[in-house]
T-cell receptor, first 113, second 114 residues
């Protein structure tokens, strides 16, 4: 158990819908990262927040947005969902902004039908 | 445009022997490289990293080698153990054209046979 929690564990929804994935970092961790793992594209870094502010952006689509709240939990919002958005979404956290110090959560499996 | 490539989707190795996982990258602006291990139904776990100013980094049974001229890195596991069976991802990070990039390969599934 990494100490990073993600909810929900599984999510099934339809195309065109909007969903919110939630991540609670380990106690004391200020950085939160979001990743997408799909079958055909492997693991992709989406976005990073540090103490409430966006710090780095990867291949995050415009239909996706994220934020980190004052209590340091983070949410990833996915809208106008397409079949290709079906993937495992991981959240990770770290005390600093160093990626090698991050701990990953178990992931949320999103299925878009 | 696959900037980080792991060309071997899978690898089988006998227990006790050396496992060598390879990774190639195309962008010379990457200056930090990482390896992660992932078991089924779990998130990835950081394994080892290397800065572009080094050509080797060792941590116990794990050694990462970086060949900047060939834009190639490899992870050596010696000796391999059945518990090493997992998917291994390499990742590269750096700032290119003023933008931070952090890109993963597609992974190599390692199977260590007892």
């Amino acid at each position: 158990d990494s100490g990073v929690t993600q909810t929900p564990k599984h999510l099934i929804t339809a195309t065109g819908q909007r969903v919110t994935l939630r991540c609670s970092p380990r106690s004391g961790d200020l950085s939160v990262y979001w990743y997408q793992q799909s079958l055909d594209q492997g693991l992709q870094f989406l976005i990073q927040y540090y103490n409430g502010e966006e710090r780095a952006k990867g291949n995050i689509l415009e239909r996706f947005s994220a934020q980190q709240f004052p209590d340091l939990h983070s949410e990833l919002n996915l809208s106008s969902l397409e079949l290709g958005d079906s993937a495992l979404y991981f959240c990770a956290s770290s005390v600093t902004q160093r990626v090698e110090e991050q701990f990953f959560g178990p992931g949320t499996r999103l299925t878009v039908l | 445009d696959q900037q980080v490539k792991q060309n071997s989707p899978s690898l089988s190795v006998q227990e006790g022997r050396i496992s060598i996982l390879n990774c190639d990258y195309t962008n010379s602006m990457f200056d930090y490289f990482l390896w992660y291990k992932k078991y089924p139904a779990e998130g990835p776990t950081f394994l080892i990293s290397i800065s572009s100013i080094k050509d080797k980094n060792e941590d116990g049974r794990f050694t990462v080698f970086l060949n900047k001229s060939a834009k190639h890195l490899s992870l050596h596991i010696v000796p391999s153990q059945p518990g090493d069976s997992a998917v291994y991802f390499c990742a590269a990070s750096g700032v290119t054209s003023g933008t931070y990039k952090y890109i993963f390969g597609t992974g190599t599934r390692l199977k260590v046979l007892a």
